[in-house]
């Protein structure tokens, strides 16, 4: 009931990191924009192709700026982001990917060097269908994402090149001034 009543009486938004990204797909939240029962096709996240946990750096491009938590982020971009997880992987039939895509839902993909969508286990540690690794509702006010972009200071990652500064938390202050 309070979520139901933060989304649609009170306008909020709603952000999952990493597990918190897996409790938002379980409860529906994500890709449906409501709390629901998942039925036997809907997207999930499920454990890591590996089958074990992993903890490194990858790159991330942003592919949609529907979400208020992408408004001062840059379409096209590549950030480099930690993750870390043993159950990561964005798991979606075809159809089921086709139309996030269409909607915009899918906020962004593992990249390989080139900055293009990618399979590859170096790239897409946990083999996330589509290289989803961050996904919103339909109206993009909920939010979930397998990088741990919380995890950046301009103090960390010194001696890695990348991109490392998120916008995610600076455009959701935004979203209420």
């Given amino acids: 009931e309070a979520v139901s009543e933060l989304m649609k009486k ?9 597990n918190g990204f897996q409790a938002l797909v379980k409860l529906g939240l994500l890709p449906y ?19 074990r946990h ?11 700026r529907l979400s208020p938590w ?3 982020e840059t379409l096209d971009e590549v950030k480099t982001v ?13 159809a089921w990917l086709k139309q996030l895509s269409e909607t915009g839902q899918i906020a962004s993909v593992y990249v390989d060097a080139q ?8 790239y897409n540690p946990n083999g996330s269908d589509g290289a ?31 991109n ?8 959701g202050v935004s979203y209420f001034l």
Wanted: glycine fraction near 12%.
């Fill in 70 to 72: 992408m408004m001062k």
């Fill in 10 to 18: 009170r306008d909020g938004l709603i952000l999952g990191i990493c």
């Fill in 54 to 64: 992993v903890s490194h750096l990858v790159n991330t491009k942003n592919v949609s």
């Fill in 115 to 122: 900055g293009n969508p990618t399979q590859d286990i170096a």
């Fill in 164 to 171: 490392y500064r998120s916008g995610i938390f600076e455009s």
């Fill in 132 to 162: 989803v690794e961050g996904l919103t509702s339909l109206d993009g006010r909920i939010f979930g994402k397998m990088g741990h972009s919380e995890r950046y200071t301009e103090d960390t990652y010194k001696n890695v090149p990348g």
């Fill in 33 to 51: 924009g409501e709390i629901q029962p998942l039925t036997a096709d809907s997207p999930t996240l499920t454990f890591n192709h590996i089958g």
């Fill in 82 to 94: 930690p993750v870390s997880h043993g159950e990561g992987r964005f798991s979606a039939t075809p």
